[in-house]
């Protein structure tokens, strides 16, 4: 009787995918990771000193986690036993977890890889920690999402979490030679549909090989052009998840690129996230954040070309609109910058929860009744616009605290003038009220 995997057709024979062939044997043969697989590497010298501790692999797609974790279960002896949360339930894991007890008894330890380990819930996740604790398994989880984020603070804290890179056209290359040696023919691509097919991969090494597998089976009968090799072979959008991790790391590398004068940098990162499927009306919505965090009164207009961006891409729609945000981000990356009114909010924020329901002075309440101007309500109460220099110098703090100074302006660009002004206008201020002590002492 044929066994499964004869019955599914997939005895030995039977062809299996370029990149499942090219499967590395040893840890050697990973590209692209010596950062974490070389001898002086923390799995390096965890295999050296013949002991494994659980740890997480957290890298994208292709760069080879699962890989990594069979080839670590080969060279420990460990018995690899493999489930996927995406899959797998808690009466799975139950199953998994009394066979590893089992094994354990007979001196046989159990490497568990689980692929895609963020996608458990808390439960589940928390039904690991006696397992590993106790050495019942030695857990090696695989994820593509933060694990800070993702993977309970318990079970986190047994594991080391290992950082594996995408894999850069260097190892791109390595992969593509011994898909060659492999096929025993050459890639049918000139050097510059080589380089287009590496920039394809987006540093995924699976990837990688599934296209070149593709363009094995075109059977051209010269070097195809990068013309000719986009025409053959859709590229895939680049790797952006609006909701996770990778959209809150490129709206920061945008943020940070405007506050740090970098247009080349701000619009590169623009053009990413568009291009990755980002709503629109979000980066213009961010954009206007950083009008009115990082520019400020440096630049009032910077406010008011961020609105205008916003309105232009609801009148214009996509693509056309898009140029309009482009407009803006160039714009406010090539801006004077200040964060002084950000800082003077946040530090009038601060004092303001913490003096608690101060009333104002009564000398600038208004008195709309009898009883009110009874009670003092705008007795006192100077009219600015008949002074002489439009300044009065009496009190608009609450009686019971100092006057504080939060808005502290930067002389770079309007702000400068306004800094004149600010500073003019609290020194007079000052001179009044130390006038009018003066008086009242003598």
């Known amino acids: 009787m044929a066994n499964l995997f004869e019955a599914a057709g997939l005895e030995d024979e039977a062809p299996r995918p370029l990149a499942d062939r090219l499967r590395p044997a040893t840890l050697e043969h990973v590209v692209g990771q010596d950062h974490i697989i070389g001898a002086d590497a923390p799995l390096g010298r965890m295999l050296a000193n013949n002991r494994l501790s659980s740890i997480v692999l957290w890298g ?34 139950r199953k998994v977890f009394e066979a590893a007890k089992t094994r354990r008894q007979t001196g046989q330890g159990t490497l568990l ?36 984020f993702e993977i309970n603070a318990a079970l986190l804290s047994r594991a080391q979490v ?53 363009v094995f089976a075109l059977k051209a009968d010269h070097d195809l052009t990068t013309a000719e090799l986009v025409t053959a072979i859709q590229r895939r959008a680049p790797i952006y998840d609006k909701g996770r991790e990778e959209h809150y790391n ?39 954040r950083m009008a009115v965090e990082d520019i400020g ?22 693509p056309e609109g898009e140029l309009a945000l482009a407009q803006l981000c160039i714009y406010l990356a090539t801006a004077p910058k200040s964060n002084a009114g950000y800082k003077a909010f946040g530090a009038a924020m601060r004092t303001a929860k913490e003096s608690g329901s101060f009333m104002p002075p009564k000398n600038i309440l208004n008195a709309p009744t009898r009883m009110m101007k009874d009670l003092g309500y705008g007795d006192g109460y100077v009219y600015e616009h008949n ?35 600010v500073a003019y206008w609290r020194k007079l201020r000052q001179d009044m009220i130390d006038h009018t002590q003066d008086t009242a002492d003598e």
């Open 60 to 93: 994208p797609p292709g760069t080879g986690k699962t890989t990594i974790a069979r080839l670590l279960s080969h060279h420990t002896g460990l018995h690899f036993e493999q489930v996927s949360a995406v899959f797998s339930g808690v009466a799975d894991l």
């Open 162 to 214: 290992l950082v594996l890179n995408r894999l850069d056209d260097s190892a791109l290359e390595t992969l593509l030679k011994r898909a060659e040696e492999t096929m025993q023919t050459k890639l049918p691509l000139d050097e510059d549909a080589r380089a287009s097919l590496r920039a394809m991969a987006d540093g995924d090494g699976r990837y990688c090989l599934n296209l070149a597998e593709e």
């Open 387 to 421: 002074q002489e220099q439009g300044v009065s110098g009496q009190r608009f703090f609450p009686d019971e605290m100092e006057p504080e100074i939060f808005y502290a302006p930067r002389e770079k660009g309007y702000e400068a003038q306004v800094m004149k002004r």
């Open 250 to 288: 490129l709206i920061s590398a945008l943020h940070k690129s405007v506050r740090g004068s970098d247009v080349d940098a701000a619009l590169y990162w623009l053009a990413r996230m568009l291009a990755g499927g980002e709503d629109p009306l979000y980066l213009a919505r961010r954009m206007v």
């Open 113 to 148: 890889f689980v692929d895609e380990i963020h996608r458990f819930n808390k439960s589940q996740q928390d039904s690991f920690l006696p397992y590993v604790e106790d050495g019942t398994v030695v857990l090696v989880g695989a994820t593509t999402e933060n694990p800070s």
């Open 297 to 318: 009164i440096a630049d009032p207009q910077a406010l008011v070309q961020g609105i205008a961006a916003k309105d232009a891409y609801e009148f214009l729609g996509s």
